[in-house]
């Protein structure tokens, strides 16, 4: 996604406002009771170690961390499924709602109710998912490297892409390769503030005004939903639409 007024706009704009503490230990806690069903041992989990290192940038007290591995390894876990529900906001904007759950009927009940509510629908798996890559997705703040070092030392750690912007720089790897350049990159940077594998659209959809806050209301409500971890959609919202949305 080239240029500033893509969709990442939106997660920015959330990520300003209402990341809230503990919806964020929530959702890393489930990452990292499945993360650790495998294995507790990091050195042989790169799922887990990826969990950890989530965990860190979210300033987790590590007593938190412990409890969830302790259970983890007495096989005590949590019995969460992993569901991957798609589907389409007004204007046939794409969904993909990542969740983990110990209740799909709890779950989709409530992720159909969020896409109704705001003029979507909900769609078969598949439907809307081929629209998207699966990549890793690094984040650092702007501040820790020029835009020209961090280019370089992520292209030597093996990511496809860097995109600096005003506040962030963007690294952008296959998901094969998240895992290694996430760790080279630490070497070099300390803890990212962001890492994990997101479904990055192909092409982005241009909103009109009418559309906006209405997609973002969707966008929020399936965000907002307990069992789900990750929402992700093709539109984007020109800067000017979200002066006024925020205005």
């Known amino acids: 996604m080239a240029g500033h007024s893509k969709f990442k706009n939106i997660q920015h704009r959330k990520g300003a406002q209402d990341k809230k503490r503990a919806k964020i230990f929530t959702r890393l806690i489930k990452e990292l009771s499945v993360a650790a069903r495998s294995s507790t041992d990091p050195g042989s989990n790169p799922r887990l170690r990826s969990a950890l290192a989530a965990a860190r940038a979210a300033n987790m007290p590590k007593d938190n961390i412990d409890r969830v591995l302790k259970r983890a390894a007495g096989g005590e876990g949590d019995a969460y499924e992993e569901i991957r529900y798609e589907g389409y906001g007004p204007g046939g904007v794409a969904f993909i709602v990542e969740a983990m759950t110990d209740n ?101 959809i241009s909103v009109e005004e009418s559309n906006a806050l209405t997609l973002i209301k969707l966008f929020d409500a399936l965000d907002d939903i307990d069992d789900v971890q990750n929402v992700f959609a093709n539109f984007e919202i020109s800067d000017e639409i979200m002066t006024k949305l925020d205005g």
């Open 104 to 204: 799909r009927n709890r779950t989709a009940s409530e992720v159909r109710s969020s896409f109704s509510k705001f003029g979507g629908s909900l769609a078969e798996t598949g439907a809307v998912s081929f629209m998207f890559d699966k990549v890793g997705q690094i984040i650092y703040p702007i501040d820790i490297a020029d835009a020209e070092a961090m280019f370089d030392v992520a292209l030597e750690a093996g990511a496809d892409n860097v995109d600096s912007e005003d506040y962030n720089h963007i690294i952008t790897t296959s998901s094969e390769d998240f895992n290694a350049v996430r760790e080279n990159m630490e070497q070099q940077f300390s803890d990212p503030q962001e890492a994990s594998l997101i479904w990055q659209p192909q092409n982005s």
